[in-house]
């Protein structure tokens, strides 16, 4: 897979403070990339060395195949976690500003504008000064804004935040396009389930430093127990390998296997025994756990 | 730097300046508000020439019997008359009774000798007891010469100079006559000049440092600063709010042309003359020098937290491109002094400098002065603009408590 964004051994410092410490990661062509970690950790950092904003102080990166900088900006595009938009100007102004920035013509820009805003319901607002917008209208004009130049790398820094449920589905369905439609995102949040649900892979930053790097099912396969999920008709027989059994709800338990023990085994011995098997799963550790063992409890899987 | 962002940024700021009600407001407003203020201003100086123009009666006692009139009898001297009262109690109650004269002076007998004239006021006395000393000294001068010089000396006496014819001699020492008021038209370009630029330095400032400490408030800053470098941010503005400036004070301008060729009459006839070198150099230093003062107030402007803080903070540069004004009546006295000399190679004052000392005297001013001043001040210009696109990108990624001076310069060094 092509790589879009190549981050090596990268280092950043800010007077006494260290925010970035030899950090290192990929972003590959087409994939939702999610950059985590607790306020502090360094994702903006990363995000601002990326867009050229701040400038790394060591290591090595590559934005699609070449050094980064100025060259790339109209392939990019930043949703900031703090947001703003100009609280005086008409909304389609603003759209048609951002748009021409990222090297749009203005009547593209505009028709583009207008394109956006009819399809997140906001065509009625399109001559309305932003300040007259409610927060969650802003923050759909800002995505909109930003989504304008169909930019090849998006890098959206908390675009939940702020969003009742309705509209979060919409903004997670709309990175969903993205993907769909074969171009990048980077995806910062603090919503770990969405980073279960969009990302294909993660790293984790803590004070600093990258401390979980990978696929989203194999960081979380990395952290969970040996334990499975099963749902069978009647009641549960003894079965060999299986250190405990908790009962979640009638029919359904979770089995935490022995230490050494196969799940394979496990579930032909649950066959033989002649019951019923409706569900079998590996329970695989939440995104949210495995953040807080490691950013908490310093738990360090590789 | 990529000029079609720097196009685009300039458009939406000057477009976005001008569409502004405060803008509107202020452009449109401001010589309608002058108009009435100096048409508020006229009436009380109208007053005033009413009153002037209706002769202004004072009483005179004169016990040296010089200006020879009987008692009663009234001499005007210009606006002034002079009523004659033979003896103290006369011009008293004429002052305090019947307050038919504003204050009566008394000639004493010893006065070839002393000089001494004595002004008694009361309650209707104007500016005070000596308000027609003038007239009264004049009357005095008229009486004492009477018949001793001839009528010729004695006028020429009475107004030593009385027709003024000027010439002027060219460097080539050719002469030329020109009109007594000819300095005065020397001074209009470097006067306009200056005007021009201050008021336009000021207003664009403000409408600069405005701009940018909103966009800290609102944030918008990162999506600026990822789709555009900081240089083409701060040129655009510069030019954008830099245009919006200029362009409110040329509409001033063409209001205030319009007034003087409509009311030409009202506006004192200037002979104006201008040298071509200070025309030539004019545009050239006012870009120059709107381009140094306006980076620096933007660079240490985009370090408030709000807009007041940056006005704060940007005017400071304002501030020291007033100084020249301080040094104008040195540099109308003495062009080509010390101090003169100095303040050419003072980027902060060589626009003014330069304009005026053309002006005054274009031949006074050696070439490689005029090109050494303007290189220095391109030079400067330069520089602050490099250095001020470092400091409004480390000022406008500016939050919370703001960093040493050291810190400052660190990370205006590491930018991008």
Redesign the interface.
């Known amino acids: 897979m092509t790589q879009v964004l190549v981050f090596e051994g990268v280092s950043k410092h800010?007077?006494d403070k260290t925010a970035l410490s030899g950090v290192s990661f990929e972003v590959r062509a087409g994939e939702v990339f999610g950059l985590l970690g607790p306020n502090g950790a360094g994702k903006t950092t990363c995000i601002?060395i990326l867009?050229?904003?701040?400038?790394a102080?060591g290591g090595q990166m590559s934005l699609f195949g070449a050094p980064l900088g100025?060259d790339h900006?109209c392939r990019?595009?930043?949703l900031?976690e703090?947001?703003?938009?100009?609280?005086?100007?008409r909304v389609i102004?603003v759209m048609v500003?951002?748009g021409?920035?990222?090297?749009l013509s203005a009547a593209e820009a505009r028709a583009r504008a207008r394109t956006w805003l009819e399809r997140l319901g906001l065509a009625s607002v399109e001559t309305h000064q932003v300040e007259r917008l409610s927060k969650g209208m802003s923050q759909k004009v800002q995505i909109a804004?930003?989504l304008l130049s169909e930019p090849e790398l998006c890098v959206l820094d908390e675009p939940f935040s702020g969003l009742d449920p309705v509209n979060t589905a919409l903004v997670r369905d709309l990175i969903g396009e993205i993907r769909a439609s074969g171009r990048t995102t980077i995806l910062s949040t603090h919503q770990m389930s969405m980073v279960e649900t969009l990302c294909d892979r993660v790293a984790l930053l803590s004070e600093g430093r990258r401390v979980v790097y990978g696929p989203v099912d194999e960081v979380r396969r990395r952290y969970s127990a040996s334990e499975l999920r099963i749902s069978v008709e009647g009641d549960l027989p003894e079965l060999p390998g299986v250190e405990s059994v908790i009962s979640e709800r009638p029919g359904t338990h979770r089995l935490v296997l022995a230490k050494g023990a196969d799940s394979q085994r496990v579930l032909a011995s649950l066959i033989a025994t002649g019951v019923p098997v409706l569900r079998y799963e590996r329970v695989l550790a939440p995104m949210e756990d495995i953040f807080i063992r490691v950013v908490q409890h310093g738990e360090d899987r590789g | 730097m990529r000029w079609r962002k720097v196009r685009t940024v300039t458009w939406f700021e000057l477009s976005s300046t001008v569409r502004r009600l405060g803008y509107l407001i202020v452009t449109l407003g401001m010589p309608v508000f002058s108009l009435l203020y100096a048409g508020l201003a006229l009436i009380p100086a109208k007053l005033a020439k009413d009153r002037e123009d209706a002769p202004r009666i004072y009483g005179v006692v004169d016990r040296a019997a010089l200006l020879g009139l009987g008692d009663g009898e009234v001499i005007v001297v210009r606006s002034a008359g002079f009523r004659c009262y033979g003896d103290e109690a006369g011009a008293r109650g004429a002052l305090v009774d019947e307050r038919v004269i504003r204050s009566y002076f008394v000639v004493p007998a010893d006065y070839l000798e002393t000089g001494r004239v004595l002004a008694h006021t009361g309650p209707a006395s104007g500016l005070g007891p000596w308000e027609g000393r003038a007239e009264l000294s004049e009357l005095l001068r008229t009486r004492l010469l009477g018949t001793r010089v001839e009528p010729k000396v004695a006028a020429r006496l009475l107004e030593p100079i009385s027709g003024r014819e000027t010439f002027r001699v060219g460097g080539d020492g050719q002469v030329e006559a020109e009109g007594a008021d000819a300095f005065i038209g020397r001074l209009v370009l470097p006067i306009g000049f200056v005007f021009l630029l201050f008021t336009s330095i000021l207003m664009s400032g403000s409408y600069l440092i405005q701009a940018t400490a909103t966009e800290k408030e609102n944030r918008v800053v990162e999506v600026l600063l990822s789709s555009a470098s900081a240089d083409e941010i701060m040129t655009g503005k510069l030019l954008g709010l830099g245009g919006a400036g200029l362009l409110q004070v040329l509409i001033w301008l063409a209001m205030t042309l319009a007034v003087r060729f409509g009311f030409s009459q009202l506006v004192l006839p200037l002979n104006v003359q201008i040298a071509w070198q200070a025309v030539a150099i004019a545009p050239v230093l006012f870009i120059t020098a709107y381009a140094f003062l306006g980076s620096l107030m933007l660079g240490t402007g985009s370090f408030g937290g709000n807009v007041r803080e940056s006005q704060q903070l940007g005017m400071f540069w304002a501030f020291l491109a007033t100084l020249p004004l301080m040094f104008v009546p040195l540099l109308l006295t003495d062009p080509h002094g010390l101090i003169a000399h100095v303040l050419t190679w003072i980027p902060f004052s060589a626009p003014a400098t330069l304009v005026l000392r053309l002006s005054l005297d274009p031949d006074g001013m050696s070439v490689w002065e005029v090109a050494g001043s303007l290189a220095v001040l391109v030079l400067s210009t330069w520089a602050a603009v490099r250095l001020a696109s470092r400091l409004f990108r480390v000022g406008l990624m500016l939050t919370g408590a703001r960093p040493s001076l050291r810190e400052i310069l660190r990370q205006a060094r590491s930018a991008p």
């Open positions: 800010y007077g601002r867009m050229d904003i701040v400038r102080d100025r900006d990019l595009a930043y900031p703090e947001r703003g938009l100009y609280t005086k100007q102004d500003y951002f021409k920035l990222k090297g804004a930003t």
